[in-house]
């Protein structure tokens, strides 16, 4: 069983930034690919960055060069620095065990 802890979320007004934490309990972190996904009130679920175990990324095209996905093996946890926020930011964010277990989410709201 792996479990999944974010933070990091809040207000920000548009143009600021902010870097979500993901802390996974359990073993065999290391080898796992890690996502961030958001939902924002209405819509579907939608990912936004990956990494492999190897620290390959990919990003959704309305995040490329403004958010950036990194993760530290040592200390079981993976990030989303998120900056030049938008409105059309806001949503919760949720870490991902790429195939198989979700965090509670963290919400994340950017004003204009």
């Known amino acids: 069983q792996v479990r999944l802890v974010e933070s990091g979320g809040g207000l920000v007004q548009a143009g600021g930034s902010l870097r979500l934490s993901c802390e996974a309990s359990g073993s065999m972190f290391s080898i796992r690919a890690m996502a961030w996904f958001r939902q924002a009130p209405g819509k579907q679920r939608e990912l936004v960055a990956t990494?492999?175990?190897?620290?390959?990324?990919n990003y959704a095209d309305s995040v490329k060069g403004r958010f950036t996905i990194s993760r530290d093996n040592a200390k079981n946890t993976v990030y989303l620095q998120m900056n030049t926020l938008k409105p059309e930011d806001t949503a919760v964010y949720y870490c991902n065990v790429i195939g198989s277990y979700w965090g509670q989410g963290t919400q994340v709201t950017v004003t204009s």
């Open positions: 990494i492999t175990s190897g620290g390959s990324t």
